[in-house]
């Protein structure tokens, strides 16, 4: 059948229409096709040509560098030094067996750390960095450096490692930092991505714990290029992290080193406060430890010795540790009495040696008694009876709720690990923890702080601070923070009658500078620098033999708290000796040698010292000049 010519014409149109429409499609579709090569090709070729097949770009967090840690004068106390370490890629390395052992032909590698390592790397990402070795010398970074083409996924670093240039001077109170662990990362909600990074350090205790949020920083960045062996070819970009802020504490180093050198060898503890704006001077636990041993790892050995030791040095017992705090405590008992209105200054008792309740008889220290006391010969010859009296009259009420206004069975706020808040005990305390009604004999004991009653030397030197002033004196440990003042707690009036803390400011007077005073053989002979005290003994266990005829855990604590000077007191200093004896024998010559340090900002002048003693103290002024010497020696040797 023949087609019309006019449909043949209409259909050639259409095609012709179809076909156009076709054609230009597709040559849109090229040009977009060209114009998409060309922008890759092009504009983003050098973007592409580092994500070939035979390279890789790796982005690497950049730890930041942690803040400093200073003295109140600006003596650095914790700092960064550089350090060299070898670090390994599991991903890159491919067979990580073979490459650890080309390594180990050029760099001597420690087998616990070692292991170590490839624990950490079983358990971490498989392109997280892992230290194999640190602290490695530069001639061994040369050596792996050299041979980097054999060493796939291996990588010389330098990092920032933290130091504490006074090793064991500030252990207790500054810390020190290790390596992240799961305990670690528990105590964060959504942690950070550089708390992940293996071998990241953090504050595990002290200071640096308290305050790692600030001292951390913020971590950075780098992209790097990669071959297919994981060698780095380039650095692309870096973006540093943000330091950490400066911690600067209210401690001074030259005090708190010369605390740690008088306590010499004995278990024992001392802490110095600035009653003014309760700046903690010095805080000192003996014996210490290396803080760096810690920072570095740690061996077995090194702290089964630390573990095992009977004067435990892991302790810090001034703020950790809690003692009955003997007859330093007898100052509360007799404001107690005094508020209440149930005695007066001139107000007497009969010592006979004993005070019988009940069936019971409650001893003085003094077997034949002191006869007839008043309050100030009752602090000044540290009477028990007078006391064992008085807590008949005020009742354990009153005596806690006095002991709390000094400050003891609460927590004090320092940035201090593990600080215990005591124990004041009352009443409702004993029915609540012990099931059982409070007696009488129990009131007996507190008033001479034996019994229930427990105090660390940080709430001692708490208490005799108020005593001194007047006023709630609270304890500042740190002064500044990235260069901000950290504002002192503003310290309100006790509420106190103000004659009646004269009272007793004049009988700790006595207790130093009378010659019937139980710290009189330790005072200061300095007509400005006097001072006023307190001795105390407490009891480790109940019973008749001398300390010298027992075991040394079984022996008495030796106490002593004063303030100074009496006229215009600036200090107050609490001391403790762990199973050392008398308070007066064994703490009171203690705390009188850190008072003069303190007040003479040095080495006091033999003529602060009574006369009698004056020999043994230049003596022990050269020894422990001589010992300062010899720890800063083998400090720069160690460093």
């Given at each position: 059948m023949k087609r019309n010519p006019r449909d043949t014409a209409e259909s050639t149109r259409r095609i012709t229409r179809r076909g156009l429409i076709l054609g230009a499609a597709q040559l849109g579709f090229a040009g977009v096709l060209g114009l998409r090569m060309r922008h890759m090709q092009v504009d983003q070729a050098d973007e592409f040509r580092l994500l070939a097949e035979e390279n890789r770009v790796n982005i690497r967090l950049l730890p930041p560098a942690r803040g400093r840690i200073f003295d109140r004068e600006g003596r650095v106390i914790a700092e960064n030094e550089p350090t060299y370490r070898i670090t390994v890629v599991r991903e890159d390395a491919g067979d990580v067996e073979q490459v650890i052992a080309r390594l180990s032909s050029l760099v001597e590698l420690d087998e616990d750390e070692l292991n170590r390592a490839l624990a950490e790397m079983n358990r971490s990402a498989p392109f997280l960095p892992i230290t194999v070795a640190d602290r490695v010398s530069w001639e061994a970074i040369s050596r792996v450096a050299v041979n980097a083409p054999a060493l796939p996924g291996v990588t010389p670093e330098v990092g920032l490692s933290r130091f504490y240039p006074q090793h064991e001077t500030f252990a207790h109170v500054v810390g020190y930092v290790g390596p992240v662990s799961e305990n670690d990362l528990a105590r964060y909600e959504d942690p950070e991505p550089v708390l992940r990074i293996p071998r990241f350090q953090i504050g595990k205790v002290g200071v640096e714990r308290k305050y790692e949020e600030q001292l951390r920083g913020k971590a950075g960045a780098k992209r790097v290029e990669v071959n297919a062996v994981g060698r780095v070819m380039r650095e692309l970009d870096r973006r540093e992290g943000e330091p950490g802020a400066d911690v600067q504490l209210t401690l001074d180093s030259a005090l708190q080193?010369?605390?740690?050198?008088?306590?010499?060898?004995?278990?024992?503890?001392?802490?110095?406060?600035?009653?003014?704006?309760?700046?903690?001077?010095?805080?000192?636990?003996?014996?210490?430890?290396?803080?760096?041993?810690?920072?570095?790892?740690?061996?077995?050995?090194?702290?089964?010795?630390?573990?095992?030791?009977?004067?435990?040095?892991?302790?810090?017992?001034?703020?950790?540790?809690?003692?009955?705090?003997?007859?330093?405590?007898?100052?509360?008992?007799?404001?107690?009495?005094?508020?209440?209105?149930?005695?007066?200054?001139?107000?007497?008792?009969?010592?006979?040696?004993?005070?019988?309740?009940?069936?019971?008889?409650?001893?003085?220290?003094?077997?034949?008694?002191?006869?007839?006391?008043?309050?100030?010969?009752?602090?000044?010859?540290?009477?028990?009876?007078?006391?064992?009296?008085?807590?008949?009259?005020?009742?354990?009420?009153?005596?806690?709720?006095?002991?709390?206004?000094?400050?003891?069975?609460?927590?004090?706020?320092?940035?201090?690990?593990?600080?215990?808040a005591g124990l004041m005990p009352d009443k409702d305390w004993k029915r609540r923890e012990r099931g059982a009604e409070w007696l009488i004999g129990d009131s007996v004991n507190a008033s001479i702080g034996q019994g229930f009653v427990l105090t660390s030397p940080l709430q001692q030197a708490i208490m005799t601070a108020r005593i001194a002033t007047g006023r709630a004196i609270t304890p500042r440990l740190v002064k500044t923070v990235d260069g901000v003042e950290t504002p002192a707690p503003q310290a309100e009036s006790l509420g106190i009658n103000e004659n009646h803390l004269r009272q007793v400011r004049r009988a700790m007077f006595e207790v130093c500078n009378d010659r019937r005073g139980t710290g009189y053989r330790s005072r200061i002979v300095t007509e400005e620098f006097r001072m006023a005290g307190k001795s105390g003994t407490s009891q480790v266990r109940n019973r008749v033999v001398r300390n010298e005829d027992v075991p040394w855990e079984e022996r008495d604590h030796a106490l002593f708290v004063n303030f100074a000077?009496?006229?215009?007191?600036?200090?107050?200093?609490?001391?403790?000796?762990?199973?050392?004896?008398?308070?007066?024998?064994?703490?009171?010559?203690?705390?009188?040698?850190?008072?003069?340090?303190?007040?003479?900002?040095?080495?006091?002048?033999l003529e602060a010292y009574p006369s009698a003693a004056r020999s043994r103290i230049e003596s022990q002024q050269e020894r422990l000049e001589r010992e300062r010497r010899e720890r800063q020696s083998d400090a720069r040797s160690r460093a």
């Amino acid at each position: 059948m023949k087609r019309n010519p006019r449909d043949t014409a209409e259909s050639t149109r259409r095609i012709t229409r179809r076909g156009l429409i076709l054609g230009a499609a597709q040559l849109g579709f090229a040009g977009v096709l060209g114009l998409r090569m060309r922008h890759m090709q092009v504009d983003q070729a050098d973007e592409f040509r580092l994500l070939a097949e035979e390279n890789r770009v790796n982005i690497r967090l950049l730890p930041p560098a942690r803040g400093r840690i200073f003295d109140r004068e600006g003596r650095v106390i914790a700092e960064n030094e550089p350090t060299y370490r070898i670090t390994v890629v599991r991903e890159d390395a491919g067979d990580v067996e073979q490459v650890i052992a080309r390594l180990s032909s050029l760099v001597e590698l420690d087998e616990d750390e070692l292991n170590r390592a490839l624990a950490e790397m079983n358990r971490s990402a498989p392109f997280l960095p892992i230290t194999v070795a640190d602290r490695v010398s530069w001639e061994a970074i040369s050596r792996v450096a050299v041979n980097a083409p054999a060493l796939p996924g291996v990588t010389p670093e330098v990092g920032l490692s933290r130091f504490y240039p006074q090793h064991e001077t500030f252990a207790h109170v500054v810390g020190y930092v290790g390596p992240v662990s799961e305990n670690d990362l528990a105590r964060y909600e959504d942690p950070e991505p550089v708390l992940r990074i293996p071998r990241f350090q953090i504050g595990k205790v002290g200071v640096e714990r308290k305050y790692e949020e600030q001292l951390r920083g913020k971590a950075g960045a780098k992209r790097v290029e990669v071959n297919a062996v994981g060698r780095v070819m380039r650095e692309l970009d870096r973006r540093e992290g943000e330091p950490g802020a400066d911690v600067q504490l209210t401690l001074d180093s030259a005090l708190q080193e010369y605390c740690k050198a008088r306590l010499g060898q004995e278990s024992a503890s001392v802490v110095v406060m600035d009653v003014e704006k309760g700046d903690i001077l010095a805080i000192a636990s003996s014996p210490s430890y290396d803080p760096n041993k810690f920072v570095r790892g740690i061996s077995v050995a090194d702290y089964g010795v630390l573990r095992d030791n009977n004067h435990r040095p892991l302790a810090s017992k001034t703020v950790q540790d809690a003692y009955p705090p003997g007859s330093t405590f007898k100052m509360v008992t007799a404001l107690a009495a005094l508020e209440a209105g149930l005695m007066t200054p001139g107000d007497t008792h009969y010592c006979p040696g004993y005070l019988k309740v009940g069936t019971r008889r409650f001893h003085c220290w003094k077997r034949g008694g002191h006869g007839w006391v008043d309050l100030a010969q009752s602090l000044r010859e540290s009477c028990d009876v007078y006391y064992y009296e008085l807590a008949l009259k005020v009742g354990i009420e009153n005596i806690a709720a006095m002991g709390r206004r000094m400050g003891l069975g609460q927590t004090p706020d320092v940035p201090m690990s593990a600080v215990t808040a005591g124990l004041m005990p009352d009443k409702d305390w004993k029915r609540r923890e012990r099931g059982a009604e409070w007696l009488i004999g129990d009131s007996v004991n507190a008033s001479i702080g034996q019994g229930f009653v427990l105090t660390s030397p940080l709430q001692q030197a708490i208490m005799t601070a108020r005593i001194a002033t007047g006023r709630a004196i609270t304890p500042r440990l740190v002064k500044t923070v990235d260069g901000v003042e950290t504002p002192a707690p503003q310290a309100e009036s006790l509420g106190i009658n103000e004659n009646h803390l004269r009272q007793v400011r004049r009988a700790m007077f006595e207790v130093c500078n009378d010659r019937r005073g139980t710290g009189y053989r330790s005072r200061i002979v300095t007509e400005e620098f006097r001072m006023a005290g307190k001795s105390g003994t407490s009891q480790v266990r109940n019973r008749v033999v001398r300390n010298e005829d027992v075991p040394w855990e079984e022996r008495d604590h030796a106490l002593f708290v004063n303030f100074a000077p009496y006229d215009n007191p600036r200090i107050a200093v609490s001391v403790v000796v762990e199973h050392g004896g008398g308070g007066s024998s064994a703490a009171a010559p203690i705390n009188r040698d850190v008072t003069l340090q303190a007040l003479y900002g040095g080495t006091p002048p033999l003529e602060a010292y009574p006369s009698a003693a004056r020999s043994r103290i230049e003596s022990q002024q050269e020894r422990l000049e001589r010992e300062r010497r010899e720890r800063q020696s083998d400090a720069r040797s160690r460093a």
